[in-house]
């Protein structure tokens, strides 16, 4: 073939969306495209893979191409993925994909399955070895949207016309996002770029790795009631799922400039959608050795199965645990969050937290009825007096369930004591292939 030819080849390639999306993704000239003449029937394969960096971090990247056959997904687009994922396992760096397929080309038939098949299984394999991004910025079904949402994180545009999906029905960015399926919504698809590169800062290469360290800020948050902006770093923190759940927030964040997992519960009962997005955040911190602070205010749950999920993330989780309990935590609350179930390695309370096995009114009742008669409108006045002298973090501290008893302004220099200290944390975990909770 001519040089003419290649070249000529080469700049059809660089003129569609996906190479485009790619170049403005990777940091500039760090692009390098993989199998970038490979063929499906009469013209080039529907997507653009390769490797290059963000912010100097090596990265593997592939765009699936809409300007060739709608992105359908064929043979040759599949082979792509899989050499793509397999070099990414080979070499620990992370996979971003961008998603926008009009489907598959269907006259491919069987083969067609096992190449999606085969991708499925290695995005699966290397799940919690490297992180996983996907970035849906166009249609996205079936066996594309399995792929897609089998990633750590995915991001997804507003546009109204696209669908997340395998059920072949409409699916927004806004549904998704309230199903919990999608982490970050995004304007458009040069916001979800932007997202996708601002993520990668946060994240290790691979599992052996340790995340990224930044600068040490200091926070930014001291006029907020918001007690996750008093102790993290100044604009670090990452807002991920809030479209999910009502009575959790969950973060990626940088204390001392390291980064952390921060699971906030804002009071009440935990939701299910709320305990499953914790769960997950959870479990990633996890496989990446990302620790983990919890910010506790909790009344219980709402759901038996989403508790059990939860308690079982945090059980098996064996990434250093800080909780903080800046509220109320109540029986199965604090053991599943802050408790033995929790596991947790350093356990702070600020000083009103309360910590009681029941209800802080059933407690008082039952522990102390003699004085809870009075007047129905005074009940609840006599029942917060009980908790202020019984179920207090002073008494949960005497009997050593709490590691100490901190104020706000003491809260930033007591977790980066505490991170600093379980930063060599290595924990033996007994022989088998997984849990099933």
């Known amino acids: 073939m001519s040089i003419e030819k290649i070249n000529a080849a080469k700049a059809e390639t660089a003129s569609t969306a996906a190479y485009k999306t790619l170049t403005a993704f990777f940091d500039a000239d760090s692009f390098c495209e993989l199998d970038a003449f490979a063929k499906?029937?009469?013209?080039?394969?529907?997507?653009?893979?390769?490797?290059?960096?963000?912010?100097?971090?090596?990265?593997?990247?592939?765009?699936?191409?809409?300007?060739?056959?709608?992105?359908?997904?064929?043979?040759?687009?599949?082979?792509?993925?899989?050499?793509?994922?397999?070099?990414?396992?080979?070499?620990?760096?992370?996979?971003?994909?961008?998603?926008?397929?009009?489907g598959g080309r269907l006259n491919q038939g069987t083969e067609l399955l096992g190449g999606c098949g085969e991708v499925l299984r290695l995005a699966s394999k290397i799940s919690g070895v490297v992180p996983q991004i996907s970035v849906v910025t166009g249609n996205c079904l079936g066996t594309n949207a399995l792929n897609a949402v089998s990633a750590d994180f995915v991001i997804m545009t507003k546009d109204a016309?696209?669908?997340?999906?395998?059920?072949?029905?409409?699916?927004?960015?806004?549904?998704?996002?309230?199903?919990?399926?999608v982490a970050l919504v995004a304007d458009d698809k040069a916001q979800a770029v932007a997202q996708a590169r601002d993520l990668l800062l946060y994240l290790p290469s691979n599992n052996l790795t340790p995340a990224p360290i930044a600068e040490d800020l200091q926070p930014d948050g001291e006029n907020t009631p918001c007690i996750v902006s008093k102790v993290a770093d100044a604009g670090s923190k990452l807002r991920l799922g809030d479209s999910c759940g009502e009575t959790a927030r969950t973060r990626l964040a940088r204390i001392g400039g390291q980064v952390v997992g921060v699971v906030r519960t804002t009071g009440g009962k935990l939701d299910d959608c709320s305990a499953e997005k914790a769960a997950k955040l959870v479990r990633f911190c996890d496989a990446f050795s990302i620790p983990v602070i919890t910010f506790a205010d909790c009344d219980g749950f709402d759901s038996?199965?989403?508790?059990?999920?939860?308690?079982?993330?945090?059980?098996?989780?064996?990434?250093?645990?800080?909780?903080?309990?800046?509220?109320?935590?109540?029986?199965?609350?604090?053991?599943a969050l802050a408790g033995t179930g929790a596991n947790a390695d350093v356990v702070y309370a600020l000083p009103d937290a309360v910590v009681s096995p029941v209800n802080v009114e059933a407690a008082a009742f039952i522990m102390d009825g003699k004085n809870?008669?009075?007047?129905?409108?005074?009940?609840?006045?006599?029942?917060?007096?009980?908790?202020?002298?019984?179920?207090?973090?002073?008494?949960?501290?005497?009997?050593?369930?709490?590691?100490?008893?901190?104020?706000?302004?003491?809260?930033?220099?007591?977790?980066?004591?505490?991170?600093?200290?379980?930063?060599?944390?290595?924990v033996p975990t007994v022989a088998k292939k997984h849990g099933t909770i």
């Open 40 to 102: 499906s029937g009469d013209g080039f394969a529907e997507a653009v893979a390769g490797y290059g960096t963000v912010e100097g971090m090596p990265v593997y990247a592939f765009a699936q191409n809409s300007d060739v056959s709608g992105g359908a997904l064929s043979k040759a687009q599949t082979a792509k993925l899989k050499k793509l994922y397999a070099l990414a396992l080979k070499t620990g760096a992370p996979v971003v994909g961008f998603y926008d397929s009009v």
């Open 304 to 335: 038996l199965s989403s508790a059990a999920k939860l308690t079982s993330a945090y059980a098996e989780a064996t990434t250093a645990k800080i909780a903080v309990i800046v509220g109320r935590t109540i029986g199965s609350a604090y053991i």
């Open 372 to 426: 809870m008669k009075v007047p129905v409108e005074k009940q609840q006045e006599a029942a917060n007096r009980f908790a202020s002298e019984h179920l207090s973090a002073f008494n949960a501290a005497q009997n050593g369930y709490i590691d100490g008893i901190v104020t706000v302004e003491e809260l930033r220099g007591a977790l980066l004591d505490a991170l600093n200290m379980l930063s060599g944390k290595r």
């Open 161 to 181: 016309k696209l669908s997340l999906d395998v059920t072949g029905e409409n699916a927004s960015a806004e549904y998704n996002a309230a199903q919990g399926n």
